[in-house]
């Protein structure tokens, strides 16, 4: 009997996931790892999973109890945490947080499938960032060079393992109507949306037909695809 591959996302508490969640419900088995917020929706999870990404040994002893033999396995990461800060005012606890939380526990989790992935001869990794992010704006030195030196990584990656069938890529999304942007202030939003081409928020169709091509996809890899309407 063929197993439903096996979907891992991180960051599952985000509005962006927990709405995505649902277009993956039947096809996959799908883990949610979520760090203060229990995602409310239940799309068919296999399982809901609380996890400490600012402690490799929680990550280690979370990951470990799922049985990835014989699946093709699919990493999806949302995980991240955003400091706004000028950069005169950054610290070590600062860095070693936003660093933590947005590459190495990455680096973390890669490492510890990446033999099951090696073993079948197939995985897919797609680590989420955005377009804000990679450019770097005032108060987003943290965030920036951290997502940055995570892309790096998926490109050293890419090149690594795709021997194996395994490829590594990058999302860059733009701005959705969920989560943090709900909570921004109108003219914030209007002052955002300007710089959109065609003045709107992205659906989030968008981002599961990106996830999806890139499942199928074995020749798409180490690469960043842009969905921000063109921001």
């Known amino acids: 009997m063929v197993k439903k591959p096996i979907i891992l ?33 239940k799309h068919n999870l ?11 040994k929680d990550i280690l002893n979370k990951i470990k109890k799922i049985n990835f033999h014989n699946s093709k ?12 800060k000028i950069s005169l005012f950054v610290n070590n606890q600062d860095i070693k947080k936003t660093f933590q939380i947005n590459t190495f526990s990455f680096l973390k989790i890669i490492q510890i499938i990446l033999p099951f992935m090696m073993k079948f001869k197939w995985g897919r990794v797609i680590n989420i960032s955005s377009t804000g ?17 995570t892309h ?19 999302l860059k999304l733009g701005n959705f109507n969920f989560g943090l942007y709900k909570l921004l202030k109108k003219e914030v939003k209007e002052a955002i949306l300007k710089k959109v081409p065609s003045h709107k928020t992205g659906n989030i169709k968008n981002i599961y037909n990106a996830i999806k ?3 199928e996809s074995d020749y798409v890899n180490g690469s960043s695809i842009k969905i921000d309407g063109g921001l």
Do not use: C, H, R, W
Not at 134 to 145: A, E, V
């Open 9 to 41: 996302f991180f960051g599952a508490s985000s509005g962006i996931v927990e709405e995505i969640l649902k277009y993956f419900k039947n096809n996959y088995q799908i883990y949610a790892f979520y760090n203060k917020n229990n995602p409310k929706k």
């Open 213 to 215: 091509f890139l499942i």
């Open 73 to 84: 396995i699919i990493v999806v990461n949302f995980a991240s945490v955003k400091i706004d």
């Open 46 to 56: 296999k399982k809901k999973i609380k996890l400490n990404l600012l402690s490799d």
């Open 133 to 149: 992010g990679l450019i770097g704006d005032k108060g987003t030195l943290l965030y920036s060079s951290s997502k940055n030196a």
């Open 152 to 170: 790096s990584m998926i490109e050293v990656m890419s090149k690594e393992y795709a021997n194996f069938n395994i490829t590594f890529n990058t």
